[in-house]
């Protein structure tokens, strides 16, 4: 299975051959947009250009999908290696900086370090699944009362 690389966030994340780029980094918890994007984006139509990734040290020319004629249009004062992640599907391993357009500290020491470590087979960083102190209290009590319930019955 491909993995993805995020660079800035240091995470790999593993997906299926032909995933959503968009979709896999929105369901990892990866920040794709900036503040414009955040405002308001097109939910994946290729329409608000907001969803910007720079592929970095693309490992072979097959893995990702080629560009589609919406970035052509769209991309066309960007960089070679920039793709909008809604209309980039994963085929192999690869590595990706997302907003691109926003620096961040030792950018190039990081991109360097990412692209001499060979990719890992599967993923090394999950996030860890969010837990709201209040709801697990509350679910805590309702099991209690549950258990009351079914000593009582
Ligand atoms: S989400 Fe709008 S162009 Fe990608």
Redesign the pocket.
């Given at each position: 299975m491909p993995v993805i690389r995020f660079v800035r966030e240091g995470r790999d994340v593993e997906c299926y051959p032909g995933e959503n780029l968009?979709e896999v980094a929105l369901r990892e918890g990866i920040e794709l947009y900036g503040l414009k994007?955040k405002l308001g984006?097109?939910?994946?139509?290729?329409?608000?250009?907001?969803?910007f990734v720079d592929v970095v040290g693309e490992s072979s020319p097959g893995s990702l999908s080629g560009r589609t004629r919406v970035e052509e249009q769209k991309l066309q004062r960007r960089p070679e290696s920039w793709r909008?992640?809604?209309?980039t599907l994963v085929q192999q391993s690869v590595l990706v900086l997302t907003r691109p357009q926003v620096g961040f500290a030792d950018a190039d020491q990081r991109i360097a370090a990412a692209k001499s470590d060979l990719l890992p087979a599967g993923p090394t960083s999950w996030p860890e699944p969010e837990v709201d102190p209040d709801e697990e209290a509350s679910s805590k009590a309702e099991a209690g009362e549950t258990t009351t319930s079914d000593e009582e019955g």
């Open positions: 968009r994007g984006n097109c939910g994946g139509c290729g329409q608000c250009i907001t969803c909008l992640a809604c209309q």
